[in-house]
């Protein structure tokens, strides 16, 4: 099956612009989300959405981050203004609810705020 | 969520097994044990998981203490190709998110 597909695979924009990141999930997984992950840590869940609808959103900084996923497949994430800590590089994951084989994760967009 | 205890960082010699321990002292009854890595510049990938019994698969094998509080992953002849941060994680089956930690850092040395 194909893979979690991510873009842009870059970015680098200046603070208070903004960006978007996209996603296109696993055919078939219901479950879809966004990690942030700053250099030498782990990735920190931002979002997660079941079909179109959101689960969880408690961690993602919701003045500057937003988040959608209409009809259910693909998903964007954006950011307005950026600011310098939003450097790391954002991951994208899905999951099926029918089989537990844990999450499939993209290979992420790496974004650096200058 | 239960929390993970990994070391930040391991050297194995390669074609040698890798045993990577956790402690999970605080896992509730259920709960699985999970493991990813990430390879420098990907995203993280699902290796195994577990509840009780040890478990195999061709990437590896998991080994859970009787207790629960601790498991170790063995990859049984480490290469070049398994450099990569290895994550312990705590959830339930169904549902619960990943809540990812610092994770230990594998070498495999030539």
């Known amino acids: 099956e194909a893979g979690v597909a991510q873009s842009p695979r870059y970015k680098i924009i200046e603070k208070r612009q903004s960006v978007a990141f996209w996603c296109n999930p696993i055919?078939?997984?219901?479950?879809l989300y966004w990690y942030q992950q700053i250099l030498g840590q782990g990735p920190k869940l931002l979002i997660q959405?079941?079909?179109?609808?959101?689960?969880?959103d408690s961690q993602l900084p919701k003045d500057r981050f937003s988040a959608e996923r209409l009809k259910g497949v693909d998903s964007t994430l954006k950011i307005q203004p950026a600011k310098l800590e939003d450097s790391a590089v954002y991951l994208c994951?899905?999951?099926?609810?029918?089989?537990?084989?844990?999450?499939?994760f993209g290979s992420g967009t790496r974004l650096t705020v200058v | 969520d239960a929390k993970t205890t990994q070391p930040p960082s391991m050297d194995c010699a390669e074609g040698r097994a890798a045993n990577l321990p956790c402690n999970h002292s605080?896992?509730?009854?259920?709960?699985?044990v999970y493991w990813y890595r990430q390879i420098h510049s990907q995203g993280p990938q699902y290796i195994i998981h577990?509840?009780?019994n040890n478990e195999t698969n061709e990437m590896a094998s998991l080994i859970i203490t009787e207790d629960r509080k601790s498991s170790t992953l063995i990859l049984p002849h480490a290469t070049l190709r398994d450099t990569a941060v290895y994550y312990c994680?705590?959830?339930?089956?169904?549902?619960?998110?990943?809540?990812f930690g610092q994770g230990t850092e594998l070498s495999v040395k030539p």
């Open positions: 994951a899905s999951s099926s609810n029918k089989r537990d084989v844990g999450y499939t």
């Open positions: 055919s078939g997984h219901a479950t």
């Open positions: 959405f079941q079909n179109n609808g959101v689960v969880d």
């Open positions: 605080t896992i509730s009854g259920n709960e699985y």
């Open positions: 577990g509840l009780k």
């Open positions: 994680i705590v959830r339930p089956r169904l549902g619960g998110k990943l809540i």
